[in-house]
C-alpha cells in the first residue's frame, strides 16, 4: 500500500509539472492576444520548480514571450504560435554587446537563464510579410526609387530599432531547441548570444528566397553549440557563426567555439555554413559534416574585411555535396569588396587572420566558379588543405595573397581557362 502511495503521489507530481496555456486564459483563437496567458502560464511553470508549457492545438497570436530557466515550451502539433506585426507588442531591451543601443525584443526571448527548451512538431510563424516590406521602403533597391509616400515613412518609423528575431537566447546554458517549423521570421530566425551548450536538432525553417537578412540559424560567441538534422531554407545564410563586429566584437573579446553542424540539408539562402563577416571577436573548432547543399549561393564560406580583425582558425569540412551552388568555397578577406586592390595597409588590431582550414570529401556540381581563397597582401590566408574534393564548375579556382595551401586528391574541371589559377601564392603543394 505504501509503494501504491508513493507511486501515485510521485504521477500527481508528473502532472503538476505540464501547465496547459489554456488553463491561463489562452484562446488560440488566431485573434485574441494570447500574449498575456502563456507568459501567465510559463511564470507558473517556473514558480513551480520548472516543467512544461504546453501549447495545444490553435493558432496563438503572441508579441514577445519570456522563457524562464527549467522550462520546456512544448508546440505541439496542430498548434502555430503567430507572431504580432506591430513593434509595439516587442519591449526594446538593451542591446547584448553593452554599447548602450537598444533593440526590438524577439518574439520568443531568454536571457541569462539555465535549462530551457522549446520543442514540440508545431510551428513558429514570424507573420514577416509586413516587416519585410518596412525594410524595403527603409532601403529600397534599384536607381531611382519613388519618394517615399507619408504612409510609407509610417511604415519605416516602426523598423526604427530594427525588426525582431524569432528566437533569441542571451547568456543562457543548457538549451535544447528540437523538432519545430520555423517559417517567416522578420529577421534572424535563430539567434543564439553568449550561449553555452546549445543544442538545435531536427527544426525546419523556412523563409521565403527574398526575404531580407532571414538567416536560419546564427550563433554568437557561443560555446559548445551542436546544430543537426535541421531543413534549412532561407533568404539569407542559412546556419552562420558570428562573434561581433569590428571594435565591438573585439572589445568583448568571446570567440565563437567549439560549434558543429552536421546532417543538415540547405536548400537556397546566401550560403550553406558561413563564418563571419562579423567574428571580429574570433572563431575556432568548427566542424561541418554530413550536409547536403543544394542552390545557396555559397557552400562554406568564411567571410571578413579590413578593420574586423579576429581569428578565425581550427575550422573542418568534410563529407558534403553540393548542387547548383554557384561558388561552393569561398574563403575571402573582401566582403566589403575592392579584391582587386594589391596596397598593402599595415597590420593592426583590425586585421583579420584566417588558418588552419580542412575541406575533405566534398562532391560539387553546377557550379560557376570553382573557388575562391582570397587573403590580404599584408595579412595572406594560411594553412588551407583541399583533400578528395571534386568540383565542376564554368570557371577556374582563384587563389590570391595565401600561404601553404594544399589540394590532394582534388580535382577541378572547368569549361574554359586553368583549373586553379594563383597569384601571390607561397607554398602550394598539389
Known amino acids: 500500500m505504501k509503494r501504491i502511495l508513493i507511486l501515485l503521489a510521485a504521477g500527481a507530481c508528473a502532472q503538476a509539472a505540464v501547465f496547459d496555456v489554456r488553463q491561463y486564459g489562452a484562446t488560440g483563437d488566431g485573434h485574441n492576444k494570447d500574449t498575456a496567458a502563456i507568459q501567465k502560464a510559463i511564470e507558473a511553470c517556473a514558480k513551480g520548480g520548472g516543467g512544461t508549457v504546453e501549447i495545444p492545438p490553435g493558432r496563438y497570436f503572441i508579441g514577445t514571450i519570456l522563457l524562464r530557466s527549467n522550462v520546456t515550451l512544448n508546440v505541439v502539433a496542430g498548434a502555430t504560435l503567430m507572431g504580432s506585426t506591430e513593434p509595439e507588442d516587442y519591449p526594446l531591451v538593451p542591446s547584448p554587446w553593452k554599447d548602450g543601443a537598444q533593440e526590438i525584443a524577439s518574439l520568443i526571448r531568454g536571457e541569462n537563464l539555465e535549462h530551457i527548451a522549446i520543442t514540440g512538431r508545431g510551428t513558429i510563424d514570424g507573420q514577416g510579410a509586413a516587416w519585410w516590406k518596412r525594410q524595403r521602403l527603409l532601403r529600397p533597391k534599384g536607381k531611382n526609387p519613388p519618394a517615399a509616400t507619408e504612409a510609407?515613412?509610417?511604415?519605416?518609423?516602426?523598423?526604427?530599432?530594427?525588426?525582431?528575431?524569432?528566437?533569441?537566447?542571451?547568456?543562457?546554458?543548457?538549451?535544447?531547441?528540437?523538432?519545430?517549423?520555423?517559417?517567416?521570421?522578420?529577421?534572424?530566425?535563430?539567434?543564439?548570444?553568449?550561449?553555452?551548450?546549445?543544442?538545435?536538432?531536427?527544426?525546419?525553417?523556412?523563409?521565403?528566397a527574398d526575404s531580407p537578412n532571414t538567416d536560419g540559424i546564427n550563433p554568437e560567441s557561443c560555446r559548445n553549440v551542436h546544430i543537426s538534422e535541421c531543413n534549412i531554407d532561407v533568404g539569407d545564410d542559412c546556419v552562420t557563426i558570428k562573434s561581433g563586429t569590428d571594435e565591438i566584437g573585439?572589445?568583448?573579446?568571446?570567440?565563437?567555439?567549439?560549434?558543429?553542424?552536421?546532417?543538415?540539408?540547405?536548400?537556397?539562402?546566401?550560403?550553406?555554413?558561413?563564418?563571419?563577416?562579423?567574428?571580429?571577436?574570433?572563431?575556432?573548432?568548427?566542424?561541418?559534416?554530413?550536409?547536403?547543399?543544394?542552390?545557396?549561393?555559397?557552400?562554406?564560406?568564411?567571410?571578413?574585411?579590413?578593420?574586423?580583425?579576429?581569428?578565425?582558425?581550427?575550422?573542418?569540412?568534410?563529407?558534403?555535396?553540393?548542387?547548383?551552388?554557384?561558388?561552393?568555397?569561398?574563403?575571402?578577406?573582401?566582403?566589403?569588396?575592392?579584391?582587386?586592390?594589391?596596397?598593402?595597409?599595415?597590420?593592426?588590431?583590425?586585421?583579420?587572420?584566417?588558418?588552419?582550414?580542412?575541406?575533405?570529401?566534398?562532391?560539387?556540381?553546377?557550379?560557376?566558379?570553382?573557388?575562391?581563397?582570397?587573403?590580404?597582401?599584408?595579412?595572406?590566408?594560411?594553412?588551407?588543405?583541399?583533400?578528395?574534393?571534386?568540383?565542376?564548375?564554368?570557371?577556374?579556382?582563384?587563389?590570391?595573397?595565401?600561404?601553404?595551401?594544399?589540394?590532394?586528391?582534388?580535382?577541378?574541371?572547368?569549361?574554359?581557362?586553368?583549373?586553379?589559377?594563383?597569384?601571390?601564392v607561397i607554398g602550394f603543394e598539389q
Open 250 to 424: 573585439r572589445r568583448v573579446g568571446r570567440d565563437c567555439e567549439n560549434i558543429t553542424v552536421t546532417n543538415c540539408t540547405m536548400l537556397h539562402g546566401h550560403g550553406g555554413v558561413v563564418i563571419g563577416s562579423e567574428m571580429s571577436g574570433g572563431a575556432k573548432n568548427v566542424t561541418v559534416s554530413n550536409c547536403v547543399f543544394q542552390g545557396t549561393l555559397r557552400g562554406i564560406r568564411i567571410k571578413s574585411q579590413r578593420g574586423r580583425g579576429g581569428i578565425v582558425e581550427g575550422v573542418t569540412a568534410d563529407n558534403i555535396v553540393m548542387e547548383d551552388v554557384p561558388t561552393p568555397i569561398s574563403i575571402s578577406m573582401y566582403y566589403s569588396g575592392g579584391a582587386g586592390d594589391d596596397r598593402p595597409v599595415p597590420v593592426g588590431e583590425g586585421t583579420p587572420l584566417f588558418r588552419d582550414i580542412s575541406l575533405s570529401n566534398i562532391l560539387a556540381r553546377g557550379a560557376k566558379l570553382a573557388g575562391e581563397i582570397l587573403g590580404l597582401p599584408e595579412m595572406p590566408i594560411q594553412g588551407v588543405t583541399l583533400d578528395n574534393v571534386k568540383i565542376a564548375a564554368d570557371k577556374s579556382f582563384v587563389i590570391r595573397y595565401a600561404k601553404d595551401v594544399a589540394f590532394h586528391r582534388t580535382r577541378i574541371s572547368v569549361k574554359s581557362g586553368l583549373p586553379v589559377v594563383q597569384q601571390n
Open 152 to 208: 510609407d515613412r509610417r511604415e519605416i518609423a516602426k523598423v526604427a530599432h530594427g525588426r525582431p528575431h524569432l528566437i533569441k537566447l542571451v547568456n543562457c546554458k543548457h538549451v535544447l531547441l528540437e523538432g519545430l517549423t520555423l517559417i517567416n521570421s522578420p529577421s534572424w530566425t535563430v539567434n543564439p548570444v553568449f550561449s553555452e551548450f546549445v543544442n538545435v536538432r531536427g527544426l525546419t525553417l523556412q523563409n521565403p
